[in-house]
């Protein structure tokens, strides 16, 4: 915490010295360490409410629609190339949450970087809720032994893999914040750097795609992050306005009544 306040500092000094996308860029960033950070601390709570992972009912739904877990069915399709793409859209998930910042901030301005900020912290909030409410420990801790083919690729399988050995505990799963922040920067994407849309599109989709394939969250840790941040990019604008309310009748209550 104390790095993400240095770095906010710094970005917020440097901006009003200099202007420019290095301060929106130091602030963002941030706020993302303060989200990494928070993801870390949550996951010594995931069971104080349930002391058992609930895999297995995730597993069953897949199995009544799909026949077998996602993640298994999607073994046949594994090659080298295919899975190297697949976890260079998963690790792109890292660059993209500041170069997101920095677009909404060159191309919309200071309004589109907060809106992005707000709706990423909104999405993160409930995500970290929803880890204690809905414990899930992943496939590569839950069902490990089921898998006959390795996921091999180069240089994005490595570090995909280095991301799942040193950042990613048991749980922390459902929602799933790389499916729930990939929509939110999707949709700032949209709205406020069109040009850049439909080049980041297929990284995105293919983001969804390979939390499964790599074996990272169920399908249904998936849809339920999709889920998340499109409740929160609906509701974000009645929470502005309400708090923006709240604060102008305070303002106004502390106004000294007019004299006659």
Known sequence: MT??????????????QRGGWIGPASRATSILL????AFSAVAPLQHI???????????????????MEASLLLEHWIHPVLTEWMMFSYVAYVPLLPLTAIVCYRLAGEK???????????????CYIGFILFPVATQMHFIRELY????????????????RTNLH????????????AATVMLVMFYRYGRVYFYW??????????????GRYHYSWDAVAGIVVAIAVLRTSPLIVNQVNKIFADSTNAMKPPIQP
Do not use: K
Request: proline share 6%.
């Open 148 to 163: 006959s083919t390795p996921l091999d690729g180069w240089a994005f399988s490595w570090f995909a893999e280095w991301m």
């Open 112 to 126: 589109s970087l907060n809106s992005y900020l707000l709706n990423l912290s909104l999405a993160y909030i409930l």
């Open 169 to 180: 505990p048991p749980g922390e799963a459902l929602p799933s914040p790389h499916c729930a």
């Open 49 to 67: 409410l349930f002391d058992q992972w609930m895999d297995q009912i995730l597993i069953f739904l897949d199995q009544y629609l799909l026949g």
């Open 3 to 16: 790095v993400a306040g240095v770095v906010a500092l710094a970005g917020n000094r440097m901006h009003a």
């Open 34 to 37: 303060f989200y990494a950070i």
């Open 200 to 213: 980041i599109l297929p990284i995105i989709l293919t983001l969804y795609v390979s939390t499964v394939y």
